[in-house]
């Protein structure tokens, strides 16, 4: 999980993406008015990871106004087009990200709580050990966070991989994927939903 710093003019953002990629990225140039897939990913520094990508551009294009962001958009080239149109994040109350679809994009708007892991993070997740997958509970992967919706009072988990950086208690946009834990071995229910936070950005209220 990653703070972002959003750009705050479309001439930043283009300047800032449209750079070329990395040096084994034989086919994009710097500042030759198209931004790719590739230059995202160098700015995000991430390899390979186009929905991750796609998350990190919307996040980092949180603070430019309707126009500006069109100017952004309108520099893609057609493979970032794609990907951005298949992964575009969807912005969502807690309340509406409790029914979503597993596996989207979702921003959410609020104070993020810090709770208890273990009361709050139920089922078991796959995570890579050698060169298998094993099965361990989500409370020993992520800590934990709440986020309350302001009009319906519900609450949805949010959960941040340990290790990183903590979410600050303040009014922030945080950026994710929904998911919901699977069930364990011995056949017991699914956990309930939660967004695994990727990227956040402090929004001055």
Same mark, same amino acid.
Request: charged share 30%.
């Given at each position: /999980?990653?703070?972002?710093?959003?750009?705050?003019?479309?001439?930043?953002?283009?300047?800032?993406?449209?750079?070329?990629?990395? $040096? #084994?990225?034989? $086919?994009?140039? =710097?500042?030759? !008015?198209?931004?790719?897939?590739?230059? &995202?990913?160098?700015?995000?520094?991430?390899?390979?990871?186009?929905?991750? =990508? /796609? %998350? $990190?551009?919307?996040?980092?294009?949180?603070?430019?106004?309707?126009?500006?962001?069109?100017?952004?958009?309108?520099?893609?080239?057609?493979? %970032?087009?794609?990907? #951005?149109?298949?992964?575009?994040?969807? !912005?969502? =109350?807690?309340?509406?990200?409790?029914?979503?679809?597993?596996?989207?994009?979702?921003?959410?708007?609020?104070?993020?709580?810090?709770?208890?892991?273990? =009361?709050?993070?139920?089922?078991?997740?796959l995570v890579p050990v050698v060169n298998v997958f094993t099965l361990?509970? &989500?409370?020993? #992967?992520?800590?934990?966070?709440?986020?309350?919706?302001?009009?319906?009072?519900?609450?949805? &988990?949010?959960?941040?991989?340990?290790?990183? !950086?903590? %979410?600050?208690? /303040?009014?922030?946009? /945080?950026?994710?994927?929904?998911?919901?834990?699977?069930?364990?071995?011995?056949?017991?229910?699914?956990?309930?939903? $939660?967004? !695994?936070?990727?990227? #956040? &950005?402090?929004?001055?209220?």
């Amino acid at each position: /999980m990653e703070k972002i710093q959003p750009f705050k003019t479309a001439a930043e953002a283009i300047d800032s993406l449209d750079n070329g990629g990395r $040096f #084994y990225n034989i $086919f994009t140039h =710097s500042h030759d !008015e198209k931004i790719s897939e590739a230059e &995202v990913s160098k700015v995000a520094g991430l390899f390979f990871e186009q929905q991750k =990508s /796609m %998350l $990190f551009l919307e996040l980092a294009m949180d603070k430019l106004d309707a126009g500006a962001k069109a100017e952004v958009i309108s520099k893609f080239d057609d493979r %970032l087009k794609a990907g #951005y149109e298949k992964f575009k994040p969807v !912005e969502l =109350s807690p309340t509406e990200a409790l029914s979503g679809p597993d596996a989207a994009n979702v921003i959410i708007r609020g104070t993020p709580k810090a709770v208890n892991s273990e =009361s709050y993070l139920t089922g078991f997740i796959l995570v890579p050990v050698v060169n298998v997958f094993t099965l361990i509970p &989500v409370s020993e #992967y992520y800590d934990a966070y709440e986020i309350r919706d302001d009009e319906s009072g519900e609450v949805i &988990v949010l959960a941040a991989a340990r290790g990183k !950086e903590k %979410l600050p208690e /303040m009014h922030i946009v /945080m950026g994710g994927v929904l998911k919901t834990p699977d069930a364990n071995e011995d056949g017991r229910a699914p956990g309930k939903k $939660f967004l !695994e936070v990727t990227y #956040y &950005v402090e929004e001055a209220l």
